[in-house]
Nanobody
């Protein structure tokens, strides 16, 4: 079974950038739709950006569109999130997640958690503050 572990979180000033990584193990990443999710204190977990297994479909949360970039390297079994122009409201625990491609309805359904992914990393804290 696929396992995921995030890294790269930390403290960053507003307007700054931060890159998160997610290392996958256990099964080939090629067959998985992937995504980054986050949860701010006192709020529900929300999808940030998600990508289909064949990289053909993407879904961005409205608040991050144009600022965050999701990418993957299947050969290295790595998932990345480049975050730019960070805002205090971006603060939260960031999770990478994955779901076998045939088990998802659509990338959007996965990202808005109508069809939640089954595999999650433990999360990494991102704090945007002066």
């Amino acid at each position: 079974q696929l396992q995921l572990v995030e890294s790269g979180g930390g403290l960053v000033q507003p307007g700054g950038s931060l890159n998160l990584s997610c290392a996958a193990s256990g099964f080939t990443l090629d067959y998985y739709a992937i995504g980054w999710f986050r949860q701010a204190p006192g709020k529900e977990r929300e999808g940030v950006v998600c990508l289909s297994s064949n990289d053909g479909s993407r879904y961005y949360g409205d608040s991050v569109k144009g600022r965050f970039i999701l990418s993957r390297d299947n050969a290295k079994k790595m998932i990345y999130l480049q975050m730019n122009n960070l805002k205090p409201e971006d603060t939260g625990v960031y999770y990478c997640a994955a779901e076998f491609y045939w088990r998802i309805q659509t990338v959007q359904a996965m990202c808005v958690m109508r069809n939640p992914p089954a595999t999650w990393g433990p999360g990494t804290q991102v704090t945007v503050s002066s």
